[in-house]
């Protein structure tokens, strides 16, 4: 299995919901990342989870809140977002934290109404 | 101020055309990576390069890497509709990860 599995592929939420990201990889790799990319921009590094602790939090908002419960699964919680919030969210794995290669999920499409 | 610069940002061609993408830092990198990625799914990884004044080939796309391991080219030989995507240049080298502002490139037939 070589692929990273995001669900749901896409989302619409209002801005007093809670509703989570979820994204699953069994490659065997101990780095995961979340990203988010807003439209015909680059996507922009999150959250860095290295050996299933969080190693790099890029001063994302609190209403983000990442988890990873194991070496296979990363999640991101979301609770109260903005309409600016709304964008495609990756997620992406690597061998280990530093590694040149990153497989990408297809992504999250979030729409926050 | 951003880390990994490319130009062009955008670039409408027709198939057969051959272009260049650039990527370019003031910063020297261990490593760069360069990403392909098509409307609603996530980057592809095209390459890796290491060495300074390294070229690799990928069919009809060469990479190079600048000697002083500070900038990136992306050259694409009789481009195709397939090859149309945004076009991403990326670092992990000295606690750095970060993409660079992106090419969007466009084939038509």
């Known amino acids: 299995d070589t692929e990273v599995t995001q669900t749901p592929k896409h989302l619409v939420m209002g801005m007093t919901n809670k509703k989570s990201l979820k994204c699953e990889q069994h490659m065997g790799h101990r780095a995961m990342y979340w990203y988010k990319q807003k439209a015909k921009k680059p996507p922009e590094l999150m959250f860095v989870?290295?050996?299933?602790?969080?190693?790099i939090n890029e001063s994302v908002p609190s209403r983000f809140s990442p988890e990873c419960p194991n070496s296979s699964l990363l999640n991101l919680h979301l609770h109260a977002l903005q309409p600016e919030d709304s964008a495609l969210y990756l997620c992406a794995s690597a061998v280990v934290s530093g590694a040149n290669v990153l497989t990408f999920g297809a992504g999250s499409r979030l729409t926050v109404l | 101020t951003q880390l990994l610069e490319q130009s062009p940002q955008f670039l409408s061609i027709q198939e057969g055309e051959n272009l260049t993408v650039y990527c370019n830092s003031s910063s020297v990198f261990s490593s760069l990576q360069w990403y392909r990625q098509e409307p609603g799914e996530g980057p592809v990884l095209l390459v890796t390069v290491v060495t300074g004044g390294e070229v690799k080939k990928l069919k009809r796309l060469t990479f190079q890497f600048g000697d002083a391991r500070k900038d990136s080219s992306l050259h694409i030989t009789a481009a195709q509709p397939g090859d149309t995507g945004l076009y991403l240049c990326?670092?992990?080298?000295?606690?750095?990860?970060?993409f660079g502002t992106g090419t969007r490139l466009l084939v038509s037939p």
């Open positions: 990326h670092v992990t080298g000295f606690q750095k990860l970060v």
């Open positions: 989870y290295s050996y299933e602790k969080l190693s």
